[in-house]
C-alpha cells in the first residue's frame, strides 16, 4: 500500500509548531461491527451483549456513526465517511484512526496493529477517497506495518495522544503500544516521545493512551489517577508547560469515555475560526458540574454525541472513531 499521489521524498516539517485541531475527518461507516472476542483480551472497556442480535447491534452503530457524522458536519467540520467492505469480516473498522494517520506536512502514517483480526482495515481505497474529497496531498508515507511480523505494534492516535504545537507525543505503554516504535514515530516526525505507565483501577494496563488524555489548543484533559506514581509527575509537568488549562479526571470519568474526546477546528460566519471539543453522551454525562464548566470555558462549544452501542461493544468511544486529516494551513 503506498500513498496516491505526490513524491517519495521525505519533507522537512521543522520543528516550529503545528495546528492542534484539524478541521476535516475520515470516518468509516461500519458494516459487520460487533463485540471482538480477539481485540477484547487487551481492551477491558469492551462489553459483550447477549440480550441483542448481532443485526440489531450491526444497525444501531451504523446508526450512531451516521448520527456523529452529520452532527459533527452541522458544527462545521469537514467529514469524509466511507462505507466499510463487507468482505472479510472487519468488526473494529469504525475506528479507523488506529490504522492512519495524515499529517499538516503531507506525511501519510500507516500502523502496525495488534489483532489479526483489525488488519484487513487497512484499505487503500479509503486512503484515495480522502485524497480526493479532503484535498490531502500525500507528500510521504511512514509505513510502519512491517513490525507486525516482529510483534511490535503502534495503534495511531489511539497508542499516540499529540500535541502539535509543542511537538510532544504522549504514549501509555501497552500490548498494542510498544516504546520502540514511539520513539521510532518520533524521530521520523520529529517529535519529542513520552512514554508512561497507566492502568485501570483493577492494574490493567490501559490499552490505549487516548482514553486518558484529550489535548486541544487551550486545554487538556488527563486521567491523572490512571497515570502510574513514578511517571505521573513527568506526564503532568510536560502538560503544565504547555500552557495550557489542565482538567483533571478520574478513574469513573475514564470508565465512561471521557478521556476519549477530540477538539477540532471549524469556521463560524460570527466567530469565524474556532474550537469544537467533541465527546460522547456518556463522557459528557460523567463530568462534575465543575468539570465541564473549565472544559466549557477552555473552548468554543462543546458537542456531545450518544453513542452507547459502539461504546459497549467496541470499547472506544468519539476520539476512536475519527481520523483527522490536516491539510496544509
Known amino acids: 500500500m503506498g500513498p496516491s499521489v505526490g513524491s517519495s521524498d521525505r519533507p522537512d516539517p521543522g520543528r516550529g509548531p503545528g495546528q492542534?485541531?484539524?478541521?476535516?475527518?475520515?470516518?468509516?461507516?461500519?458494516?459487520?461491527?460487533?463485540?471482538?472476542?480477539?481485540?477484547?483480551?487487551?481492551?477491558?472497556?469492551?462489553?459483550?451483549?447477549?440480550?441483542?442480535?448481532?443485526?440489531?447491534?450491526?444497525?444501531?452503530?451504523?446508526?450512531?456513526?451516521?448520527?456523529?457524522?452529520?452532527?459533527?458536519?452541522?458544527?462545521?467540520?469537514?467529514?469524509?465517511?466511507?462505507n466499510d467492505s463487507a468482505n472479510p469480516v472487519k468488526p473494529d473498522a469504525v475506528f479507523p484512526n488506529n490504522w492512519v494517520s495524515f499529517h499538516e506536512d503531507g506525511t501519510l502514517?500507516?500502523?502496525p496493529m495488534e489483532s489479526v483480526s483489525r488488519r484487513p482495515e487497512r484499505r487503500q481505497d479509503v486512503i484515495d477517497t480522502v485524497v480526493e474529497r479532503l484535498r490531502f496531498r500525500v507528500a510521504h508515507l511512514l509505513d510502519l506495518t512491517h513490525f507486525e511480523g516482529e510483534g511490535m505494534f503502534l495503534e495511531g492516535t489511539g497508542s499516540l495522544v499529540l500535541d502539535h504545537r509543542e511537538?510532544?507525543?504522549?504514549?501509555?505503554?501497552?500490548?498494542?503500544?510498544?516504546?520502540?516504535?514511539?520513539?521510532?514515530?518520533?524521530?521520523?516526525?520529529?517529535?519529542?516521545?513520552?512514554?508512561?505507565?497507566?492502568?485501570?483501577?483493577?492494574?490493567?494496563?490501559?490499552?490505549?493512551?487516548?482514553?486518558?488524555?484529550?489535548?486541544g489548543e487551550r486545554v487538556a484533559v488527563v486521567g491523572t489517577p490512571a497515570i502510574a506514581p513514578s511517571d505521573r509527575e513527568r506526564v503532568l509537568a510536560r502538560l503544565h508547560a504547555s500552557g495550557r488549562a489542565?482538567?483533571?479526571?478520574?478513574?469513573?470519568?475514564?470508565?465512561?469515555?471521557?478521556?476519549?474526546?477530540?477538539?477540532?477546528?471549524?469556521?463560524?460566519?460570527?466567530?469565524?475560526?474556532?474550537?469544537?471539543?467533541?465527546?460522547?453522551?456518556?463522557?459528557?454525562?460523567?463530568l462534575p458540574a465543575e468539570t465541564f464548566a473549565r472544559l466549557s470555558g477552555s473552548t468554543d462549544a462543546v458537542l456531545a454525541v450518544p453513542i452507547p452501542t459502539i461504546e459497549r461493544l467496541g470499547g472506544g468511544s468519539v476520539r476512536c472513531m475519527l481520523a483527522e486529516v490536516f491539510r496544509p494551513s
Open 20 to 82: 492542534q485541531c484539524a478541521d476535516a475527518v475520515l470516518m468509516i461507516s461500519p458494516e459487520a461491527f460487533g463485540h471482538n472476542p480477539d481485540t477484547a483480551r487487551t481492551n477491558t472497556f469492551q462489553r459483550p451483549d447477549e440480550e441483542r442480535a448481532p443485526e440489531a447491534a450491526r444497525l444501531e452503530a451504523r446508526a450512531e456513526s451516521a448520527r456523529l457524522a452529520q452532527a459533527l458536519a452541522s458544527e462545521g467540520v469537514d467529514v469524509c465517511a466511507v
Open 167 to 215: 511537538r510532544v507525543a504522549y504514549a501509555c505503554a501497552s500490548p498494542r503500544t510498544h516504546p520502540a516504535l514511539v520513539a521510532e514515530w518520533a524521530r521520523e516526525l520529529r517529535y519529542e516521545a513520552l512514554v508512561f505507565q497507566a492502568a485501570d483501577r483493577a492494574g490493567v494496563p490501559l490499552y490505549h493512551t487516548n482514553v486518558l488524555m484529550c489535548i
Open 246 to 286: 489542565i482538567v483533571e479526571i478520574g478513574h469513573e470519568q475514564l470508565a465512561r469515555f471521557a478521556g476519549n474526546m477530540l477538539e477540532l477546528s471549524t469556521w463560524d460566519e460570527a466567530l469565524g475560526d474556532s474550537r469544537v471539543l467533541v465527546m460522547s453522551d456518556a463522557a459528557r454525562r460523567s
Open 109 to 111: 502514517v500507516l500502523y
